[in-house]
């Protein structure tokens, strides 16, 4: 029987996914993807197990914004080398193992001091846990474009998904282990069974250590004039080659687009908790199905965005996010309900998934490939500082919305906060309407 060209062509663009290199990048991805377990899930419930208002939970995930401003210490990872462990194990993954132990000494110390007692030093570990997660994020990505000759431009694109999803494994899984421990934990009738947990998934920490060392290292070239590249070059590119209304609109764009569901998202384990949702409940359909759904919708996401345009798919997407927002306003007003939980939280990660893979390709047609790293970086961390900045006050929105709540409904203000939350999504796709013909991206 023969094979036609388009069928052997398919057949080879799969078997980029299945090369042994693409394991270790998907090891990389679970490395980056861990620490969002620990500062935005497990810090979140550990403080609401603790009796911490919505307010005070919401603000300390300020802590997040460090990862907007990554790109300003990036060259000092290239340029500095760390005494001994460089030699041994190179450049990159000492980088990686270093922050690896940061975030392990911290998570002792979390496991070693009550947030009722302690709540700075609980702070200020979670912070250098989100600096050192944000710097090892430079590194993971550095070493995963490492693995991939310049030439290889399928391997790259397949190595990309492969990273997304490694990162969604460490996030998920690593979200559902963290859970269910918490509550077996708690089942035991063990006090401070968070502070246990702590110190337990230093386990999972080591285990990722031992595997990073698998992992080959090519030796950096001319570093030195890497660095000769100034900060102000990819700003004159590009509003150059955009023009400066159009530029300021795309930022403006960037910075809107996710922030309404950046709010739900901070919220949202709060939201679950409120309603009467158990632990193992969050762990099984968030963390649980919602990962399934979020790997097969972010492969379904990249081919939806390639038959759209990018321009029609973000709007679409920006809908669907909206809409979405809307079924756990309703959810809030009928009450606890495992189907209406399971439809929200399904159907939420497919409108992540999707509008989570077209932004990261809208972005990436977007740069100047003269500063692909750097341009790709910054407009990332526009959008990342818009919604770290804005959904710090999801917590202090819903506090306040209280008194809208009644004998027969105690969550008002929750389903008055997931209508904000729709509402929000409307002004980035307003932006984005005016520039769409101007951009001329819908067939690049």
């Known amino acids: ?18 090369e042994r290199r693409m394991v270790r990048i998907l090891l990389l991805g679970i490395i980056q993807g861990f620490p969002f377990v620990l500062i935005y899930t497990a810090l979140t419930l550990w403080l609401r197990d603790n009796e911490f208002s919505r307010t005070q939970v919401a603000f300390l995930s300020l802590i997040g914004i460090v990862y907007g401003f990554n790109w300003i210490w990036s060259p000092l990872i290239d340029l500095i080398k760390l005494p001994l462990i460089t030699k041994i194990i190179g450049h990159r993954k000492s980088w990686i193992v270093f ?35 944000s710097t090892q994020d430079i590194v993971t990505d550095a070493l995963r474009i490492e693995q991939i000759k310049k030439n290889e431009s399928g391997s790259m694109s397949a190595g990309a998904g492969v990273m997304v999803i490694g990162w969604f494994t460490g996030y998920k899984v690593g979200g559902i282990i963290t859970l269910f421990l918490a509550e077996y934990l708690e089942g035991l009738g063990i006090q401070n069974f968070w502070q246990i947990t702590f110190l337990l998934l230093t386990i999972f920490i080591l285990i990722c250590n031992i595997s990073l060392m698998f992992i080959p290292e090519a030796k950096p070239i001319n570093l030195q004039m890497r660095q000769k590249k100034t ?14 209304k159009i530029g ?12 309404g569901e950046a709010f739900l998202g901070r919220m949202s384990i709060i939201f679950y908790d409120d309603i009467g949702f158990s ?47 809307l079924l756990f ?17 399904i159907l939420d990660e497919i409108t992540s998934a999707i509008s989570t893979v077209i932004f990261v390709a809208f972005v990436s047609v977007l740069v100047d490939r003269t500063y692909t790293a750097t341009h790709y970086a910054l407009m990332a961390s526009i959008a990342t500082l818009g919604k770290n900045v804005f959904s710090s006050f999801s917590g202090y929105v819903v506090d306040n919305l209280e008194f809208l709540n ?39």
């Open 1 to 18: 029987m023969k094979i036609d060209i388009k069928t052997k062509s398919v057949l080879n663009t799969i078997s980029l996914y299945f």
């Open 406 to 444: 009644t004998s027969t409904n105690s969550h008002n203000d929750w389903v008055v906060f997931f209508i904000i939350t729709t509402i929000m999504v409307f002004p980035s796709l307003g932006f984005l309407w005016m520039i769409k013909d101007k951009l001329k991206i819908n067939n690049e």
């Open 99 to 133: 922050m690896q132990f940061i975030i392990l000494s911290c998570l002792i110390i979390w496991g070693l001091h009550d947030p009722k007692d302690n709540i700075w030093i609980i702070g200020l570990a979670g912070l250098i846990i989100a600096i050192a997660s």
């Open 248 to 259: 300021i609109y795309i930022i403006i764009f960037l910075f809107l687009f996710k922030i």
């Open 279 to 325: 632990k193992k409940d969050i762990a099984l359909y968030s963390k649980g199905y919602g990962y399934i759904v979020t790997i097969i919708f972010t492969i379904l996401g990249s081919f939806f965005a390639i038959r759209s345009g990018l321009i029609k798919g973000m709007i679409i997407a920006g809908l669907l996010m909206a809409s979405t927002n």
């Open 231 to 244: 900060l102000l070059g990819p700003f004159v590119s590009f509003f150059k080659s955009r023009g400066i």
């Open 329 to 345: 306003s309703v959810l809030a007003w009928y009450g606890k309900s495992d189907l209406l939980f399971a439809s929200a939280v």
